[in-house]
């Protein structure tokens, strides 16, 4: 898939207040700090399409990028650690919650995982969660270029999810520091939306 355009449509703090739209939707989520912005940027091939911040927390909103103007990126708050209250993180996750599952658009649920790190309670439970709730999702490990990152840990963490499914969900490894991966997720957006008109 070829980036022709990408534009930053809007944030919006509830699932009523997004686009009124019809164009599948790809929702990125994972934990605070997790490379989700840089993977973004890397996927548009803009610098700066995306707001990268060491703060974790950064993302409060639902943020709608609309790509080649056939589909739609869906940044989503990050879940587990950020500084912010209990109230804020409880009313960020009924945010999230909702989105995902009332929002009919919604194609698929990129969940990026940390490969730099052993699997992470927070995100094999949030898994479960998505796997309950029957909603489609692939996981995007990022920061293999890290000096800290180990295979061993994507292999324990396809081990820990295989103790509960039948099989692997797709995965790709990424790096927006070597560029690493990035065909490979525009190439599965392109299959699911082919596959998506055919229906």
């Known amino acids: 898939m070829v980036i022709k355009t990408a534009q930053f449509i809007g944030s919006f703090p509830t699932i009523q207040q997004c686009p009124d739209t019809t164009l599948p939707e790809y929702a990125f989520i994972g934990r605070s700090n997790v490379g989700k912005s840089s993977l973004i940027n890397l ?44 109230k804020e993180r409880e009313r960020w996750e009924k945010m999230i919650r909702n989105y995902l599952l009332q929002r009919e658009q919604l194609a698929c649920i990129f969940v990026l995982i940390d490969a730099r790190i052993a699997p992470q309670k927070i995100d094999l439970e949030f898994v479960q969660w998505l796997g ?41 490894l990424t790096s927006a520091e070597k560029k690493r991966g990035r065909e490979d997720v525009l190439a599965f957006v392109e299959n699911a939306n082919t596959a998506l008109l055919e229906q």
């Open 43 to 86: 996927l548009t091939n803009r610098n700066e399409l995306a707001k990268v911040s060491g703060t974790p927390g950064k993302t409060q909103s639902i943020n709608y990028f609309k790509i080649n103007d056939t589909w739609h990126l869906v940044d989503l708050p990050g879940y587990g650690y950020a500084k912010v209250s209990k």
């Open 132 to 172: 309950e709730k029957g909603l489609p999702f692939a996981f995007i490990f990022t920061k293999t270029d890290d000096r800290k990152y180990k295979a061993a840990n994507v292999e324990a963490f396809k081990k820990a999810i295989l103790e509960h499914w039948e099989e692997m969900p797709p995965y790709f």
